[in-house]
């Protein structure tokens, strides 16, 4: 079996998984919780959310006193803005939310601010503060990590040199828009460095990354490192360019970091880096139920990054299980 199959198999397993748990959740002894939650999710069939699923129903698996009610957005707005109404008629305790889009969630999530719901917002912000709690990675210090890194890979600082293909992740999300800054203010302060691409966006699909980099690839003959907002990205670029026959001739930077995912990559030597953005699913909910229990949480919870490369790729497997 072909590694690109191999990865694609192990994110539908990861969303089957998922599913298959969301179906339990809402048992029979639901009428014994203490407290209903329900969270909002953007998509399950990428794998990093399929993790960040499977996370936060380990989680609510060790709070029996929680009923966690878990919708799929099926990586449509107007679907996801339809889920959070729906959990606001269920008139849930707290209201945990992904957003797809920033701008695109934010009308519905006031509406459960305005209904007293306390509202926990994950990964991706939405345009007001009067949510309860942000908890998230923070991709802009993930990005200043990537560039810094990128400018090594290309000489070092003030000899930095080279043709960079970068791949967005949505353009309407505000990871994306943190990625791309902190990433450019390393690599824009080294004028050998050229961007070759004009906001392409492949919206963290491995797929449409692969097209982004198979264009870029016919139109420039030399292209020394590729940044993807997220390791499927990265890694359609890299298939883009070892169909080309080019892939050794090129560094190829992720983010997401997950061991059967980003991690793998980086020790096969398919990635040369990727750095973490750990999943908020358990401690969004550790959050409410803190909040919920009457003690005070903070207003944003950011959680660590870690640059994984071909030196500690290994060890992190093993740590693991993998």
Do not use: C
Not at 62 to 67: G, L
């Amino acid at each position: 079996m072909k590694r690109r199959d191999m990865l694609k198999l192990a994110a539908v397993s990861a969303a089957l998984l998922t599913t298959t748990a969301l179906l339990t959740s809402g048992s029979a002894f639901a009428q014994d919780k203490k407290w209903k939650i329900g969270f909002s999710q953007v998509t399950t069939i990428e794998p990093w959310r399929a993790q960040f699923n499977k996370d936060i129903l380990a989680e609510a698996a060790k709070h029996p006193d929680v009923e966690l009610i878990v919708t799929d957005g099926e990586d449509k707005t107007e679907k996801q803005v339809a889920d959070v109404e729906n959990l606001i008629r269920q008139e849930v305790d707290a209201l945990l939310v992904s957003p797809k889009e920033s701008a695109g969630l934010t009308g519905v999530v006031q509406q459960a601010i305005d209904a007293k719901i306390p509202v926990f917002v994950l990964d991706r912000n939405v345009d007001t503060k009067d949510y309860t709690q942000f908890v998230g990675g923070d991709n802009a210090l993930i990005g200043r990590a990537a560039g810094e890194y990128a400018v090594e890979l290309l000489g070092g600082k003030g000899k930095a040199s080279g043709n960079v293909v970068e791949i967005w992740g949505g353009m309407g999300t505000q990871p994306a828009h943190d990625r791309h800054d902190g990433f450019h203010e390393f690599t824009d302060k080294e004028p050998g460095i050229k961007y070759l691409l004009d906001q392409q966006s492949g919206d963290w699909k491995q797929d449409q990354a692969y097209n982004i980099m198979a264009t870029a690839l016919r139109n420039n003959e030399k292209i020394d490192l590729v940044y993807g907002h997220n390791d499927p990205m990265a890694y359609g670029a890299y298939l883009a360019a070892k169909d080309a026959g080019r892939e050794k001739d090129i560094k190829f930077i992720g983010i997401d970091g997950l061991p059967g995912e980003g991690v793998t990559l980086v020790n096969n030597g398919e990635l040369t880096a990727t750095f973490t953005y750990v999943t908020p699913g358990a401690e969004g909910l550790r959050q409410a139920i803190k909040f919920l229990n009457g003690e005070k949480v903070e207003k944003t919870i950011t959680l660590p990054t870690e640059k994984i490369t071909k030196e500690n790729s290994a060890q992190i497997l093993k740590d693991n299980g993998l």
